[in-house]
Nanobody, 127 residues
């Protein structure tokens, strides 16, 4: 699975951005998600989407971010509204290698140990 992110940039607080992740290879029956890492901090989960279309969100982004896939299912999207300076980070798209019981836990709990990762796209939110 190859993943290429796009859509990052710089916005003021309260603004919006939409991230895209173009996926190629086998992307069926796997969990995909968005993670982020700010300088000096550990990588953390933002949102994941399981193969049945169920989303999972970090508490810090609930009500502001929406994860989805486009109709063909090859592009993972993250709509980010009401952005805050604390959202500034490198954002990574990730995909699981399967959807076995361990992957289900990884998906629902946003654990950043997915099998495949993109190169990341920078999001900067100024106050």
């Amino acid at each position: 699975v190859q993943l290429v992110e796009s859509g990052g940039g710089s916005v003021q607080a309260g603004g919006s951005l939409r991230l895209s992740c173009a996926a190629s290879g086998y992307t069926y029956n796997i969990c995909m998600g968005w993670f982020r890492q700010a300088p000096g901090k550990e990588r953390e989960g933002v949102a994941t989407l399981d193969p049945y279309g169920n989303p999972h969100y970090a508490d810090s982004v609930k009500g502001r971010f929406t994860i989805s896939k486009d109709n063909p299912g090859n592009t993972l999207l993250l709509q980010m509204n009401s952005l805050e300076p604390e959202d500034s980070a490198m954002y990574y798209c990730a995909a699981g290698g399967s959807f076995n019981p361990i992957d289900r836990v990884r998906c629902s709990n946003l654990i950043p140990t997915f099998a495949y990762w993109g190169q990341g796209t920078q999001v900067t939110v100024s106050s």
